[in-house]
């Protein structure tokens, strides 16, 4: 795929990344940022991730665009779509890259007469957040699970894909609500975990912490804020997720209470097998 124009807004990692994997693969002639921030613009354009960038300037940064990603919080993404809405007029496909879908998919699918959207997630990125984090290969060998909602165009639906494709991502199309509740178990509730565990911990135990502790925590250190918005927005998944979750610890909690040894073993070989099965 080759484009003219693309637009990103948000540059944090991943929308820096996409402007990055853009220029370096020739895929895009000019990468345009939208920004609340001219720092961030100035540091996005100096690490070669855009081309030329906007503070919250809609109209002027979104002309002559074949296509725009909003990388922004999840929170954020609605109340982008409804500035683009005001400043669009057709013909132009408007991608997400959001951790929660439904919500944001049903807002779009009111704008279908001012652009055309794509719902996504690529399933990448870090703990770390920021435009100085992006890579040009960070898509190299991940999923980008894709949207489709009620009115989602089928032709703009393979554009995005194609263009995910190129970046080094393999895609997965699926509805909203089937990817709010499978991702609310295989990424928000790990996230709700990895908090929790890391809430529970005290100062003075911090010397004997090894890398066990290290690995399972590591994505508590993801932006709160982020994580918060994404909580709230997949709000029913993440339930359902912490509940089953509360079910296997209980279960493992009650065989140590009442000191089933053999029963436990039983539960923790059913969970390695699980973990096992899936790397």
Request: proline share 3%; hydrophobic share 40%.
């Amino acid at each position: 795929m080759k484009l003219k124009k693309v637009v990103i807004i948000g540059m944090g990692i991943i929308g820096g990344s996409i402007g990055k994997a853009l220029l370096e693969k020739g895929i895009a002639d000019e990468v345009a940022g939208v920004c609340r921030r001219q720092s961030s613009l100035d540091r996005a354009i100096k690490m070669d991730v855009l081309t030329t960038g906007y503070v919250n300037n809609y109209p002027e940064a979104t002309a002559g665009a074949d296509m725009i990603f909003i990388a922004t919080p999840v929170p954020v993404i609605k109340d982008v779509l409804r500035d683009l809405a005001e400043v669009l007029d057709g013909g132009v496909i408007v991608a997400d890259v959001g951790s929660a879908k439904k919500e944001i998919v049903e807002l779009a699918e009111g704008f279908g007469d001012r652009f055309s959207f794509v719902g996504g997630h690529p399933l990448a990125g870090s703990e770390k957040s920021g435009v100085e984090h992006a890579k040009g290969d960070l898509f190299h060998g991940s999923l980008c699970v894709l949207t489709r909602g009620r009115s989602t165009i089928e032709e703009d639906l393979l554009k995005v894909k194609e263009l995910w494709n190129d970046m080094g991502a393999e895609t997965e199309v699926l509805s909203p609500e089937e990817h709010d509740e499978i991702i609310a178990f295989t990424s928000h509730l790990p996230h709700a975990v990895a908090y929790s565990l890391a809430g529970v911990q005290r100062e003075e135990y911090e010397k004997f912490m090894a890398t066990g502790f290290e690995d399972t925590s590591r994505i508590a250190s993801a932006d709160p804020v982020l994580w918060r918005g994404i909580f709230m927005s997949n709000r029913g998944g993440v339930l359902r997720a912490i509940e089953r979750f509360r079910e296997v610890l209980s279960g493992i909690e009650d065989a140590i209470r009442r000191k089933d040894g053999k029963g436990l073993e039983e539960k923790l070989r059913r969970c390695k097998e699980a973990r096992d099965g899936i790397f």
